[in-house]
C-alpha cells in the first residue's frame, strides 16, 4: 500500500507539472499576423524611410492619398513627400499622439499639430487632399486640418514626379521645421497613393526572414520576441533616479507577460562586466539575484501569459522580488549593496533590458539568453522607461506594442536582428 500511495502521489504531481507546461507551452504560439500590412518600425536609430516609391505626376489625376493606420506610439514619421528635397516637401507625423504636419516649399514654412489622439491601438482611416492651395486632413471620414494658402495644385506641379516615403524622412532631420523622433512603431494598410497603383521601390517587403510583422491584435507594452535587447545609459538617466546615499535603494518595476523559458529580463552592469543585479527566467521561475550569493528565486504564475506584476527592490539589507504582490526576500551582504551604488553612480553604468549582451558597445543578438515576451509600464525608481530613448536597441523589438490578448509571445523562429 505505501507503494501505491507513492506512484499516485508522483502521477499527482506529474499531471501538475504536465498542465503547468502545457499552459506556458501556449504562450510560445506564433501572434496571427496582419495580412497586407505594412510595418513602419523596421529599423532603430535610422532616420531613413522603411519604404520608398515614386510616382509620375503626369499621369496624376486626383491629388487624394488615403491609408489605414494603427499605433501606441505617441510620436513618429508616418509618411513624407516631396517633389524637390530641397524646396518642397511635406511630413505627416505624430506628436503626442496627435497628428502633425509639416509643410516646406516656395509658398510657406508651416507646422500644425492638433485634432484628436489616434495612437489609440486602432485602425484609422487618414486622408490627405491637395485642392488648391489647401491641404486638408481627413480622419475616419471626417475633415481634421485644413491648412490654406500653403501650397498650390500638385498636378499642376511642372516637376515630373513626386516620392513618397513611409516609416522616415527623404532629408536630414536637422531639415525638419521642429525635430521629431522619426521612429514610428506603427502599421499600414490598405494604401492609396495619388490614386496610382505604384508599387515600393524597396524595403516593403511583406513577409520574410528579418522583417517585422504586423500583428493581427495589439495591446501596448514592449515586444521582445527573443532576439535582442534594448540598454540605458545609468548616468542618461534623470539625476533624482540616482542612489544618494547608503540609506537609498533601487526600486523597478513593470508588468511581464511571457511563458517558460531561460532568458534575462533586466541586468545592470558596468560596461564590459558580468552584471551586479539581475532579473531572469529560469525555465518556470523568475529569479533575481545582486552580486554572486543574494539570490531570490519564485515560481512564474501560471498566468503569466496573461501579465505578471513585478517589483524588484534593492536595499542596503536585503533583496526583495514580489509577483503579483507574493513578496520573498534574501538578506545582502553590504559589499554588494555598495557594489551596485558604485555601478549605479558611475559613468559607465549600464541597465539591460530583455537580455545581457557579450563585450562591446552595441551589444550583438546571440541565440540563447535574451528575454522573449512583452513587458509593460517598466519602471526605475518611479520614473517610466521609453525604449524610444534607449542607447541601444535591437532592431528585432517593437517598442511601443505587444501581439494582443489571444498570443503575447512568438515562436523562438521569430525574425533575428541584423545589427536595435
Same mark, same amino acid.
Given at each position: *500500500?505505501?507503494?501505491?500511495?507513492?506512484?499516485?502521489?508522483?502521477?499527482?504531481?506529474?499531471?501538475?507539472?504536465?498542465?503547468?507546461?502545457?499552459? %506556458?507551452?501556449?504562450?510560445?504560439?506564433?501572434?496571427?499576423?496582419?495580412?497586407?500590412?505594412?510595418?513602419?518600425? %523596421?529599423?532603430?536609430?535610422?532616420?531613413?524611410?522603411?519604404?520608398?516609391?515614386?510616382?509620375?505626376?503626369?499621369?496624376?489625376?486626383? /491629388?487624394? &492619398?488615403?491609408?489605414?493606420?494603427?499605433?501606441?506610439?505617441?510620436?513618429?514619421?508616418?509618411?513624407?513627400?516631396?517633389?524637390?528635397?530641397?524646396?518642397?516637401?511635406?511630413?505627416?507625423?505624430?506628436?503626442?499622439?496627435?497628428?502633425?504636419?509639416?509643410?516646406?516649399?516656395?509658398?510657406?514654412?508651416? !507646422?500644425? @499639430? +492638433?485634432?484628436?489622439?489616434?495612437?489609440?491601438?486602432?485602425?484609422?482611416?487618414?486622408?490627405?487632399?491637395?485642392?488648391?492651395? !489647401?491641404?486638408?486632413?481627413?480622419?475616419?471620414?471626417?475633415?481634421?486640418?485644413?491648412?490654406?494658402?500653403? @501650397?498650390?495644385?500638385?498636378?499642376?506641379?511642372?516637376?515630373?514626379?513626386?516620392?513618397?516615403?513611409?516609416?522616415?524622412?527623404?532629408?536630414? +532631420?536637422?531639415?525638419?521645421?521642429?525635430?521629431?523622433?522619426?521612429? *514610428?512603431?506603427?502599421?499600414?494598410?490598405?494604401?492609396?497613393?495619388?490614386?496610382?497603383?505604384?508599387?515600393?521601390?524597396?524595403?516593403?517587403?511583406?513577409?520574410?526572414?528579418?522583417?517585422?510583422?504586423?500583428?493581427?491584435? #495589439?495591446?501596448?507594452?514592449?515586444?521582445?520576441?527573443?532576439?535582442?535587447? /534594448?540598454?540605458?545609459?545609468?548616468? +542618461?538617466?534623470?539625476?533624482?533616479? !540616482?542612489?544618494?546615499?547608503?540609506? +537609498?535603494?533601487?526600486?523597478?518595476?513593470?508588468?511581464? &507577460? /511571457?511563458?517558460?523559458?531561460?532568458?534575462?529580463?533586466?541586468? #545592470?552592469?558596468?560596461?564590459?562586466?558580468?552584471?551586479?543585479?539581475?532579473?531572469?527566467?529560469?525555465?518556470?521561475?523568475?529569479?533575481?539575484?545582486?552580486?554572486?550569493?543574494?539570490?531570490?528565486?519564485?515560481?512564474?504564475? *501560471?498566468?503569466?501569459?496573461?501579465?505578471?506584476?513585478?517589483?524588484?527592490?534593492?536595499?542596503?539589507? %536585503?533583496?526583495?522580488?514580489?509577483?503579483?504582490?507574493?513578496?520573498?526576500?534574501?538578506?545582502?551582504?553590504?559589499?554588494?549593496?555598495? /557594489?551596485?551604488?558604485?555601478?549605479?553612480?558611475?559613468?559607465?553604468?549600464?541597465?539591460?533590458?530583455?537580455?545581457?549582451?557579450?563585450?562591446?558597445? @552595441?551589444?550583438?543578438?546571440?541565440?540563447?539568453?535574451?528575454?522573449?515576451?512583452?513587458?509593460?509600464?517598466?519602471?526605475?525608481?518611479? $520614473?517610466?522607461?521609453?525604449?524610444?530613448?534607449?542607447?541601444?536597441? @535591437?532592431?528585432?523589438?517593437?517598442? $511601443?506594442?505587444?501581439?494582443?490578448?489571444?498570443?503575447?509571445?512568438?515562436?523562438?523562429? &521569430?525574425? &533575428?536582428?541584423?545589427?536595435?
Amino acid at each position: *500500500m505505501p507503494g501505491l500511495f507513492a506512484r499516485l502521489l508522483l502521477l499527482l504531481l506529474g499531471a501538475a507539472r504536465g498542465s503547468r507546461g502545457a499552459q %506556458q507551452d501556449q504562450c510560445s504560439q506564433s501572434p496571427a499576423n496582419e495580412a497586407g500590412a505594412l510595418n513602419l518600425g %523596421q529599423r532603430w536609430g535610422d532616420p531613413s524611410p522603411t519604404a520608398t516609391m515614386t510616382i509620375d505626376l503626369r499621369k496624376v489625376t486626383s /491629388a487624394t &492619398s488615403t491609408f489605414e493606420f494603427r499605433t501606441f506610439d505617441p510620436e513618429g514619421v508616418i509618411f513624407y513627400g516631396d517633389t524637390n528635397p530641397r524646396t518642397d516637401w511635406f511630413v505627416l507625423g505624430l506628436r503626442q499622439g496627435k497628428p502633425e504636419i509639416q509643410i516646406h516649399n516656395t509658398v510657406t514654412n508651416i !507646422s500644425v @499639430s +492638433g485634432g484628436q489622439r489616434i495612437n489609440d491601438g486602432q485602425w484609422h482611416e487618414v486622408m490627405v487632399k491637395n485642392e488648391g492651395d !489647401s491641404v486638408v486632413l481627413g480622419l475616419d471620414g471626417d475633415d481634421l486640418l485644413t491648412l490654406r494658402q500653403v @501650397s498650390y495644385a500638385i498636378i499642376d506641379n511642372p516637376s515630373a514626379e513626386v516620392r513618397i516615403a513611409v516609416g522616415g524622412v527623404l532629408i536630414p +532631420g536637422n531639415d525638419l521645421l521642429v525635430p521629431i523622433n522619426t521612429a *514610428m512603431d506603427g502599421c499600414l494598410r490598405q494604401w492609396n497613393w495619388l490614386n496610382t497603383s505604384s508599387t515600393w521601390h524597396e524595403g516593403a517587403t511583406l513577409e520574410g526572414e528579418g522583417i517585422k510583422a504586423c500583428f493581427a491584435n #495589439i495591446q501596448r507594452g514592449s515586444f521582445f520576441p527573443g532576439h535582442g535587447l /534594448a540598454s540605458f545609459l545609468l548616468s +542618461g538617466l534623470p539625476t533624482g533616479l !540616482s542612489l544618494a546615499d547608503e540609506s +537609498g535603494s533601487l526600486a523597478v518595476e513593470m508588468q511581464l &507577460s /511571457a511563458g517558460r523559458q531561460v532568458g534575462t529580463v533586466l541586468a #545592470i552592469s558596468p560596461l564590459e562586466q558580468g552584471p551586479v543585479l539581475s532579473l531572469r527566467l529560469q525555465d518556470t521561475d523568475v529569479v533575481a539575484q545582486l552580486g554572486d550569493k543574494a539570490v531570490v528565486q519564485t515560481p512564474l504564475p *501560471m498566468t503569466g501569459c496573461q501579465g505578471v506584476d513585478v517589483l524588484l527592490r534593492v536595499t542596503s539589507a %536585503q533583496l526583495t522580488l514580489r509577483l503579483n504582490g507574493h513578496e520573498t526576500s534574501e538578506a545582502i551582504q553590504k559589499t554588494d549593496f555598495e /557594489a551596485l551604488r558604485h555601478v549605479w553612480l558611475s559613468k559607465d553604468g549600464r541597465l539591460f533590458i530583455g537580455g545581457f549582451p557579450g563585450q562591446g558597445e @552595441s551589444p550583438q543578438p546571440q541565440e540563447e539568453g535574451f528575454f522573449r515576451g512583452c513587458l509593460r509600464e517598466i519602471r526605475v525608481q518611479g $520614473h517610466q522607461l521609453d525604449l524610444d530613448m534607449a542607447h541601444y536597441r @535591437s532592431h528585432t523589438i517593437w517598442a $511601443h506594442s505587444c501581439p494582443g490578448k489571444e498570443n503575447i509571445n512568438p515562436a523562438s523562429n &521569430s525574425s &533575428s536582428d541584423n545589427s536595435n
